[in-house]
T-cell receptor, first 115, second 114 residues
Framework: AQKVTQAQTEISVVEKEDVTLDCVYETRDTTYYLFWYKQPPSGELVFLIRRNSFDEQNEISGRYSWNFQKSTSSFNFTITASQVVDSAVYFCALSGPQGAQKLVFGQGTRLTINP | DVKVTQSSRYLVKRTGEKVFLECVQDMDHENMFWYRQDPGLGLRLIYFSYDVKMKEKGDIPEGYSVSREKKERFSLILESASTNQTSMYLC?????????????FGPGTRLTVT
């Protein structure tokens, strides 16, 4: 069975600090996809990134970066120089070989950036 | 621009009422999903549909049913609402296209059953 664990329920930091959100997953599939979504206070989940199991390259997009390590079954998300607008609930998710069919979500991490 | 809309942002219903939650997408996506979101549990899949009139149970289908008569519309039905169905309900859609793969979400419906 697939499972995603986000052990950090809530994180609170001061603006401009770097923050890392942890994600650990379990799956028996050799081909799978990992996702991060952001849920701002408006409620709508916003897609941030997708990574497939054959691509372990880290990715950077502006202040956001993702570290995928198959050896530890982790897909961690780092925000550099955090801003108040980064405050949201962040979800890590996993799907099997067919991509976005039947996502399994983690519990979510509520990130608060204080001015 | 990609768009998934849900019929209500907030809904209050009484125990035993039949409740319809509507979701419409304008992206011509084949796949549509209904999730519920509860604190500490993340999002859990209730039902999904990969084509018109096709549906499959997700992880927590009990107490729910769905209807997909048109490609763009996916309805979630609570046959007899109960207080434990008070939750945030999120609809999503996606294409089986191997390039894109992500699900697009609506703004959610916060349902309270009293």
């Amino acid at each position: 069975a697939q499972k995603v664990t986000q052990a950090q329920t809530e994180i609170s930091v001061v603006e401009k600090e770097d923050v890392t959100l942890d994600c650990v997953y379990e799956t028996r599939d050799t081909t799978y996809y990992l996702f991060w979504y952001k849920q701002p206070p408006s409620g709508e989940l916003v897609f941030l990134i997708r990574r497939n199991s054959f691509d372990e390259q880290n990715e950077i997009s502006g202040r956001y970066s993702w570290n995928f390590q198959k050896s530890t079954s982790s897909f961690n998300f780092t925000i550099t120089a955090s801003q108040v607008v980064d405050s949201a609930v962040y979800f890590c998710a996993l799907s099997g070989p067919q991509g976005a069919q039947k996502l399994v979500f983690g519990q979510g991490t509520r990130l608060t950036i204080n001015p | 621009d990609v768009k998934v809309t849900q019929s209500s942002r907030y809904l209050v219903k009484r125990t035993g009422e039949k409740v319809f939650l509507e979701c419409v997408q304008d992206m011509d996506h084949e796949n549509m999903f209904w999730y519920r979101q509860d604190p500490g549990l993340g999002l859990r899949l209730i039902y999904f549909s990969y084509d018109v009139k096709m549906k499959e149970k997700g992880d927590i289908p009990e107490g729910y049913s769905v209807s997909r008569e048109k490609k763009e519309r996916f309805s979630l039905i609570l046959e007899s609402a109960s207080t434990n169905q008070t939750s945030m309900y999120l609809c999503a859609s996606s294409t089986p296209d191997r390039v894109s793969y992500e699900q697009y979400f609506g703004p959610g419906t916060r349902l309270t059953v009293t």
